[in-house]
């Protein structure tokens, strides 16, 4: 008796996991397609058009932005193992030079905006509340493929990398801070992130 007990809880287990994979996978991308919307949205906005009000639109792309990205958790990831020779507050610090920095860097990606559309081809569960979207951003004939992995964290879909033409951010980040921390400290590297962000920003 107690081993058909065992059997039928497996059973449903083995039913119930892709449901609840599903709901996962949809939840994610309902909260990446929301976010994405309001931020084409405001870049399509006719008012900022030719750099005008340049301020207030960067101000609403940034809030919609720290939205949806867990910068925290993005850095986190490219420092690992070295992330826990950093103070709570440098953690902080270094996930907010880390967001300044990614702002700046693509920051003349979105002045070039000029009404591309982002279509969603498919999502994966990586492992428990953790999922990717697979996305085509689409101008004219050429499409960009672009991935978000997400995760859930506080009730809360957010990213933590993303995926570009089969470059991960984390990754990518990760093989320049392996080499910086071996000699230096983390205050080293959170001045390295500002001071690479200010030099993005005076070049845009």
Not at 167 to 192: A, C, G, H, W
């Amino acid at each position: 008796m107690r081993m058909l007990c065992t059997a039928v809880v497996l059973f449903l287990c083995l039913c119930l996991t892709p449901c609840a994979f599903a709901a996962q996978t949809d939840d994610a991308e309902s909260a990446l397609r929301n976010s994405i919307d309001q931020i084409l949205s405001i870049l399509g906005d006719s008012s900022y058009k030719g750099g005008a009000n340049r301020q207030e639109r960067d101000s609403k792309l940034r809030t919609h932005i720290n939205e949806i990205f867990d910068f925290k958790a993005l850095t986190a990831r490219a420092l690992g193992v070295h992330w826990k020779q950093f103070s709570p507050q440098q953690q902080n610090e270094a996930s907010q030079a880390m967001s300044e920095l990614l702002e700046a860097t693509y920051r003349d990606s979105l002045d070039k905006y000029d009404n591309q559309r982002v279509e969603y081809t498919d999502a994966t569960q990586l492992r428990d509340n953790q999922v990717e979207i697979r996305t085509l951003v689409v101008s004219n004939a050429q499409k960009l493929p672009i991935n978000y992995r997400m995760e859930l964290t506080n009730g809360a879909w957010r990213i933590y990398d993303v995926v570009i033409e089969g470059v991960s951010l984390v990754q990518n980040y990760r093989s320049q801070f392996q080499d910086f921390m071996l000699n230096k400290t983390p205050e080293e590297l959170i001045t390295l992130l500002k001071d690479k962000a200010a030099k993005q920003r005076s070049n845009s």
